[in-house]
């Protein structure tokens, strides 16, 4: 994967053993994996496998899904590298936006009517899960506008699953630069300075997570501004009286907690995913800050 090599420490003579990666024997089994812990490996709750597109079509969808922020998931598994994996994902989403309510009807069987009624349409995705893609089909996704993400596996040993980024497109609705958080209109000079103070350190936060990396896509909401990797890495609410809050998927437990700076809100209802919420006032509580954006760019 990317170079990655994986060893195990032997305590027994304070040596090391390299733990060789290999592909899945059937694509059935990456295919069981990921279904089963989907939400965990991509931030996707599970609806549906090897669903099935009608009698006109014949096909079957390998795995249907929910994203963190209601956008619509389908994803496609091969063993190893296959041409056709972003042409067969690409076709079944022109199918599903063709079947909206049905897709809708699908998350209200599994998930219930509040999740069906928020389920986003602009941005809807394909991820593809696979042992390999080639320099062309990372091209291939690029050029095209619609939302992909393409992901090599690997399997360590007899217990390990190694998942590995290596592209990530978001569609060009989502890619659009948004108001500012919470804006409805243009800018309008209602707050004073403060107002303009967090508007700009607002822009700043922008600024500072889509640098994180190439990968990192800006998918504006209704009531959030979600800043995805694979997964989310945070999720930003419009400006409040005197803060910004972002929320991050750092684990809480792993920081030291500082109150009126980050906080631990697991369990605790918010816009937006993230367990770990930031307060930012000032350009020096981002900087504050910018450790713990590293730590969830990482984790997603």
């Not at 965990?40 to 994203?67: C, K, M, N, Q, W």
């Not at 108001?179 to 403060?194: F, I, Q």
């Not at 800006?218 to 803060?243: E, M, S």
């Not at 930031?278 to 760019?297: C, I």
Request: hydrophobic share 40%; net charge neutral.
């Amino acid at each position: 994967m990317s170079g990655l090599k994986l060893f195990r420490t032997d305590t027994t003579n304070s040596g090391m053993t390299e733990v060789m990666p290999r592909l899945a024997e059937v694509e059935a089994d990456v295919q069981g994996l990921v279904e089963t812990h989907m939400e965990t490996l991509l931030g996707v709750r599970f609806l549906a496998s090897e669903y099935s597109t009608g009698p006109v079509l014949g096909g079957r969808i390998d795995s249907l899904g929910l994203d963190e922020n209601g956008s619509p998931v389908i994803v496609e598994y091969k063993r190893g590298t296959d041409a056709g994996v972003i042409n067969q994902g690409l076709f079944y989403l022109s199918w599903l936006m063709d079947h909206r309510r049905e897709f809708e009807h699908l998350v209200r069987d599994r998930l219930g009517a509040a999740a069906a009624g928020q389920v986003v349409w602009s941005a809807p995705r394909v991820i593809c899960v696979a042992g390999d893609f080639t320099r062309y089909d990372v091209h291939a996704v690029r050029e095209h506008r619609r939302s992909i993400d393409l992901v090599r596996y690997r399997l360590f040993g007899r217990d390990l699953f190694g998942l590995d980024p290596v592209a990530s497109v978001r569609g060009r609705q989502s890619q659009d630069k948004p108001l500012r958080p919470g804006r409805t209109a243009p800018h309008a000079a209602t707050g004073g300075d403060r107002t303009a103070a967090l508007d700009e350190l607002a822009d700043a936060v922008d600024e500072v997570l889509r640098g994180l990396g190439d990968d990192v896509n800006r998918v504006q909401r209704k009531q959030y501004r979600a800043y995805q990797r694979l997964q989310n890495l945070a999720c930003v609410c419009p400006p409040q009286k005197t803060k910004l809050l972002v929320y991050l998927k750092a684990a809480p437990t792993t920081v030291d907690l500082v109150p009126g700076f980050t906080r631990d809100v697991t369990g605790l209802g918010h816009h937006g995913t993230g367990d770990l919420e930031v307060q930012l006032r000032t350009e020096r509580d981002l900087e504050r800050a910018q450790a713990l954006f590293r730590a969830s760019y990482a984790a997603a």
